[in-house]
C-alpha cells in the first residue's frame, strides 16, 4: 500500500518562507505527475503546481514567480518551495502523486497559515 507523508507547513508571516516535503513509500512501480494541491476555508481545492516524470512543471497563476516545486525521483518524493507567502496562500495543502495503477493518490494535507 502506497502511503503519502507530508512535512514542513506552519505558520509565517507574510513575506515569509516554507518548504513542504512529501514522500511515498511503499509499493510503487512508476510515478507519472507529482504535486500539491491546496484548499481554504469555504473554497474548492486548487492545483498549486505539478510536475510530471518528464520534468514538465506547471503552476496556478497566483503562485508563479513565487514557489518552485521540484521532485527527486530515487527518493519518491516531491518538495515545494514557497517564498513571498501571501494571507490568500493560507490553506491545507495536499500532496499528490499519479500512477497507471492507482490513479491519483492523496496525502493527509499539512496546514499553511499566512499571517499578514
Known amino acids: 500500500q502506497v502511503q503519502l507523508v507530508e512535512s514542513g507547513g506552519g505558520l509565517v508571516q507574510a513575506g515569509g518562507s516554507l518548504r513542504l516535503s512529501c514522500t511515498a513509500s511503499?509499493?510503487?512501480?512508476?510515478?507519472?505527475?507529482m504535486g500539491w494541491w491546496r484548499q481554504a476555508p469555504g473554497k474548492q481545492r486548487e492545483l498549486v503546481a505539478r510536475?510530471?516524470?518528464?520534468?514538465?512543471?506547471n503552476y496556478t497563476g497566483s503562485v508563479k514567480g513565487r514557489f518552485t516545486i521540484s521532485r527527486d525521483n530515487a527518493k519518491n518524493t516531491v518538495y515545494l518551495q514557497m517564498n513571498n507567502l501571501r494571507p490568500e496562500d493560507t490553506a491545507v495543502y495536499y500532496c499528490y502523486l499519479w500512477t497507471m495503477v492507482t490513479g491519483n493518490l492523496w496525502g493527509q494535507g499539512t496546514q499553511v497559515t499566512v499571517s499578514s
Open positions: 510536475v510530471t516524470s518528464g520534468g514538465s512543471i
Open positions: 511503499g509499493s510503487i512501480l512508476s510515478i507519472g505527475a
